[in-house]
């Protein structure tokens, strides 16, 4: 069965930065397009930044310039590096892998960004 278990969120303060892990179980990790979704309270969930085997990457435009996504295939793990955080980017985050078998999300990951 398919297990994403997300790590590294917290409170920090406005600027500051935080690396989000996601690791993988029970998939072919490099045959999957990974993704970080964010849901603020009272907000729909919204992708944050998407990645394809290959490497290419995709963000939202509230998020480009200051977060990275990466991934290490050997590790079956997916990062999110978060820069120049903001309190508007407090939500929790959860981790998406994907493919044509099926769409799968991690338990989620808090991320507060006080002012």
């Known amino acids: 069965q398919v297990q994403l278990v997300e790590s590294g969120g917290g409170l920090v303060q406005a600027g500051g930065s935080l690396r989000l892990s996601c690791a993988a179980s029970?998939?072919?990790?490099?045959?999957?397009?990974m993704g970080w979704y964010r849901q603020a309270p009272g907000k729909q969930r919204e992708l944050v930044a998407g990645i394809i085997n290959g490497g290419s990457t995709n963000y939202a435009d509230s998020v480009k310039g200051r977060f990275t996504i990466s991934r290490d295939n050997a590790k079956n793990t997916v990062y999110l590096q978060m820069n120049s955080l903001k309190p508007e980017d407090t939500a929790i985050y959860y981790c998406?892998?994907?493919?044509?078998?099926?769409?799968?999300w991690g338990q989620g990951t808090q991320v507060t960004v006080s002012s």
């Open positions: 998406n892998a994907r493919n044509w078998l099926h769409d799968s």
């Open positions: 029970g998939i072919i990790f490099s045959m999957n397009t």
